[in-house]
T-cell receptor, first 118, second 111 residues
């Protein structure tokens, strides 16, 4: 159980275009979803925390107007990279947490999306 | 959020037992200790979690001393497929607490 699906797994886009990444919890309801970014050979960096039905909470230094997050249902959160530029090229990973795992803070991760901006 | 410290890298051979120790001196009373595994170009995968003493599952064991200021992930008889980055995280129930990933330990298993 606790499967998180992330789509697409890989995307190439031109500079200035927008890209949407979907994160779905397949077999559970995710009260909270998280979005991370990971550069090569580095650790995961939390970008934002997304709670169903409310605005996302962004980490310091993350532009909320550039990285739009929508958590419209208990099984879906989306991250839209607006007006992407080459420096936005990275590996984006989502995770989800159930209310039942809140006490132990276990998160289940998607497979990640590799974004390449030309 | 408690900060964690773990070795940057470790090397091992197939069939050996690997122990990765994580230091978390500022762990809080309600914090759990969780380990994740990450393969290249994949999202992290939950391995094991514990609060105190010893926890064992089909994949690994987690040893936590009484003072809980450190923990050791033990991987029995590693194989080449265990080559990955292993992250130790500390956190607990404080509402919507986020996970903060440290540098992790890059384990390389050789034939």
């Amino acid at each position: 159980g606790a499967v998180v699906s992330q789509h697409p797994s890989w995307v190439i886009c031109k500079s200035g275009t927008s890209v949407k990444i979907e994160c779905r919890s397949l077999d559970f309801q995710a009260t909270t979803m998280f979005w991370y970014r990971q550069f090569p050979k580095q650790s995961l960096m939390l970008m934002a925390t997304s709670n169903e039905g409310s605005k996302a909470t962004y980490e310091q230094g993350v532009e909320k107007d550039k990285f739009l997050i929508n958590h419209a249902s208990l099984t879906l959160s989306t991250l839209t990279v607006t007006s992407a530029h080459p420096e936005d090229s990275s590996f984006y990973i989502c995770s989800a947490r159930t209310s039942g795992d809140l006490a132990k803070n276990i998160q289940y991760f998607g497979a990640g999306t590799r974004l390449s901006v030309l | 959020l408690a900060k964690t410290t773990q070795p940057i890298s470790m090397d091992s051979y197939e069939g050996q037992e690997v122990n990765i120790t994580c230091s978390h001196n500022n762990i809080a009373t309600n914090d759990y200790i969780t380990w994740y595994q990450q393969f290249p170009s994949q999202g992290p995968r939950f391995i094991i979690q514990g609060y105190k003493t010893k926890v064992t599952n089909e994949v690994a064991s987690l040893f936590i001393p009484a003072d809980r200021k450190s923990s050791t992930l033990s991987l029995p008889r590693v194989s080449l497929s265990d080559t990955a980055v292993y992250y130790c995280l500390v956190g607990g129930h404080t509402g919507f607490q986020k996970l903060v990933f440290g540098t992790g330990t890059r384990l390389l298993v050789s034939p």
